[in-house]
Structures are given as structure tokens and as C-alpha cells.
């Protein structure tokens, strides 16, 4: 839900950048369509994009933890060698 609104949000802003530039004041029809198109493209593509994001980051977290573990488990074994 938050992503959704976050999403929402950026694409107001992409709408008013963009029709700001391309009318600079003036407004027409185009500029609009233009500007309304990136926005909704944008809110449409942000959830996505964040999603991937926020999905690489858990498993890179989650790969150096095992990382971590691994490493300790080689420590502790060659400080203690098991009995022969």
C-alpha cells in the first residue's frame, strides 16, 4: 500500500515537472497529455521498480549471513579439530 501511494506521489511530481518544462507557463493540450502520460507511467512503473529493489536487498542480506556463518563455522572448526 505504501509503495502504491509512494508510486502515486512520484508520478504527480514526474507530472508537474515535466509539463512545467515543456509549457514553462503556457498551457496547451499536448504539454498535458505528455505530462499526464509520464506521471501515470511512472506511478505504474515505481512499485515495480522499488519491489525488484527492495528484493535484492533481502537476499543480499540474507546471502552475507550465511556468508558470516559459514565463515564462522570454518573458524571454530580449525581452532577445534575434531578428536581423530
Do not use: C, H
Amino acid at each position: 500500500m505504501i509503495r502504491r501511494i509512494t508510486g502515486i506521489v512520484i508520478g504527480v511530481l514526474a507530472f508537474l515537472l515535466v509539463y512545467w518544462l515543456t509549457g514553462l507557463g503556457n498551457p496547451s493540450n499536448p504539454n498535458l497529455a505528455l505530462a499526464a502520460l509520464v506521471g501515470l507511467v511512472v506511478a505504474l512503473l515505481w512499485p515495480w521498480l522499488f519491489g525488484i529493489y527492495a528484493v535484492r536487498r533481502v537476499r543480499q542480506n540474507r546471502q552475507n549471513e550465511i556468508d558470516q556463518e559459514v565463515q564462522k563455522q570454518l573458524a571454530q572448526q580449525q581452532n577445534n579439530p575434531p578428536p581423530s
